[in-house]
Each structure stands twice: as structure tokens, then as C-alpha cells.
């Protein structure tokens, strides 16, 4: 079970609140399979309309859906669906798919290094509104690539490093995502602390230009913090509790988030 103790992390994200990587380097063995529910909420306290910050506060709360099946031991298919609620708005958010492949790897004689490689896409699953700051997203398909790697001892301290590129479809500006984890990974327990930080390429400023704004425009940046703490309820069974905090960007709510959820490990036996 320690392969897929990464995946405990809810992967969700709108616009202005994201997840912390949409991969891992964690691989469920072919056969097996994890499904996480979670819940959590933002009580942001400040927005940066464009750099400037201002005292917009919003509380946005989500659940999602997730799921990950192992096609063989180091390929691995992912998805996850997000439900959420800003002020009025209220729905569900973008359906996200994931493939990703460990094309390389190379054991020492207390570690292990690995290369992996993902593609995968969001998109829209529903016509939840956009134009003001409790949107919950874009409306934008996206094309997303990864590469990463993951450095983990035998005693179960890991350290993961990935980043690609965005694509949108849309109106949405590209962006490059850059993430790094680090924690430990054993068969009772999970923890882990990581760096979020995504870039856009061009887009406009909340404020920037007279209204009214195109909001599918704006250009999302942001830095990113938080932590992971997973542990073990019985057999097959665990839970997870989350914090993050965005520290600022652009066109982005920032403060802190909190998330629990629950995790089931099926294994190839039990199918």
C-alpha cells in the first residue's frame, strides 16, 4: 500500500484555487486501485487584483470525487471530479484525466530515482457561470504535460520535483506549473509539505481594463504552500487531513485552505 499513499491528495482547481501537482510519482501496481473522498474549504482573505492587493475576502467550499487504477506497474490512469460553491454559484467544475508513465528508473543501494512522464486534459462538465469573483473557473479546456522526478530512500523519505505546460483552448492564457513535494511515505502513514507556483503568459488584470472584463482573460499566477498528513483506519481504509496557503500572485485569491477525505486501496486480489 505505500505506492499509493501519495494519491491521498484531492485533485481539484478553479481559477483562482489550485491544486498542489495533478501527478505524483507514486504508481498503484497494475491491477490496484485508490479512491479518495474529500471535502475542504477556503477562507481566503485578500485577493490580488492583478499585483495589487485588496481586502476582497470569499469562502469557497468543494467535495471531489477521485480515482486512480494502475494498467500495469508503471503505467497509471487518473480522474477526478470536483464539486464546488462560491457564494451563489454552485456546481460542478471541470473533469480532469490523467496518463502517466515511468519511462525510466535506476536503484542504488539504499534508493531508488525515477523519470515519469504524464499527458492529460480538464474540461468543463457543466455551464456554471463566469464573470465576477466567485467564479469557480474558466470554462476553459486544457491540454496538460508533465514531466517529473522522484527520489525516494528505503526509509521511506521521498522528494518529488515536476513542471510542463498548460495549454487552453480557449481565451485563457498558458501557464507553466512548477511543484515540489517532499515528505515520507510508510505502510501506516503518510505526510508530506510542498511548493506550488504556476506562471501565465500574458492575459489581463482584474481592474485593468475598463468593463466589462472578459474573466476567460485573466492571467493567473500564484505561490503556494501546504501539507498532507495520511494515516491508516483499518485494513484497506484511511483518511487525510490538508492545509495550504496561497501567499499572493496575480488575479488570485490568497489565505488559507483546509481539506479531510477518505482513501480505500483496492487490490488486485480483492477484484
Known amino acids: 500500500?505505500?505506492?499509493?499513499?501519495?494519491?491521498?491528495?484531492?485533485?481539484?482547481?478553479?481559477?483562482?484555487?489550485?491544486?498542489q501537482g495533478r501527478i505524483d510519482g507514486f504508481y498503484n501496481p497494475k491491477g490496484a486501485a485508490t479512491f479518495v473522498l474529500g471535502a475542504g474549504q477556503e477562507d481566503t482573505n485578500h485577493y490580488y487584483a492583478g499585483t495589487t492587493k485588496t481586502d476582497i475576502e470569499r469562502q469557497l467550499q468543494y467535495i471531489s470525487v477521485y480515482a486512480a487504477y494502475g494498467i500495469i506497474d508503471n503505467v497509471e490512469v487518473s480522474i477526478a471530479?470536483?464539486?464546488?460553491?462560491?457564494?451563489?454559484?454552485?456546481?460542478?467544475?471541470?473533469?480532469?484525466?490523467?496518463?502517466?508513465?515511468q519511462f525510466a528508473n535506476r536503484d542504488f543501494s539504499n534508493s531508488q530515482l525515477a523519470f515519469?512522464?504524464?499527458?492529460?486534459?480538464?474540461?468543463?462538465?457543466?455551464?456554471?457561470?463566469?464573470?465576477?469573483?466567485?467564479d469557480i473557473g474558466q470554462q476553459a479546456t486544457i491540454i496538460?504535460?508533465?514531466?517529473?522526478?522522484?527520489?525516494?530512500?528505503?526509509?521511506?523519505?521521498?522528494?518529488?520535483?515536476?513542471?510542463?505546460?498548460?495549454?487552453?483552448?480557449?481565451?485563457?492564457?498558458?501557464?507553466?506549473p512548477v511543484v515540489f513535494k517532499a515528505g515520507k511515505a510508510l505502510s501506516k502513514y503518510y505526510f508530506d509539505i510542498y511548493y506550488d507556483f504556476q506562471h501565465s503568459f500574458g492575459g489581463i488584470d482584474y481592474l485593468g481594463t475598463p468593463p466589462p472584463q472578459n474573466f476567460r482573460r485573466f492571467g493567473v499566477d500564484y505561490h503556494k504552500i501546504g501539507g498532507t498528513f495520511y494515516f491508516v483506519l483499518f485494513k484497506d481504509?484511511?483518511?487525510?487531513?490538508?492545509?495550504s496557503y496561497v501567499l499572493g500572485g496575480r488575479n488570485v485569491f490568497a489565505g488559507p485552505g483546509y481539506g479531510v477525505g477518505l482513501v480505500y486501496s483496492l487490490r488486485k486480489q480483492d477484484l
Open 237 to 243: 481504509f484511511g483518511a487525510y487531513v490538508s492545509g
Open 116 to 134: 515519469s512522464g504524464a499527458i492529460g486534459m480538464s474540461t468543463p462538465i457543466s455551464e456554471y457561470a463566469i464573470g465576477g469573483l466567485n
Open 81 to 101: 471530479i470536483p464539486y464546488l460553491k462560491s457564494d451563489e454559484n454552485t456546481n460542478f467544475q471541470d473533469l480532469s484525466v490523467f496518463l502517466k508513465y
Open 1 to 19: 500500500m505505500k505506492y499509493t499513499l501519495a494519491l491521498v491528495t484531492v485533485l481539484f482547481s478553479t481559477f483562482s484555487s489550485y491544486s
Open 144 to 176: 496538460e504535460t508533465r514531466l517529473m522526478t522522484h527520489y525516494k530512500l528505503d526509509s521511506g523519505w521521498f522528494a518529488t520535483l515536476q513542471s510542463g505546460f498548460s495549454f487552453k483552448l480557449e481565451e485563457v492564457p498558458n501557464s507553466i
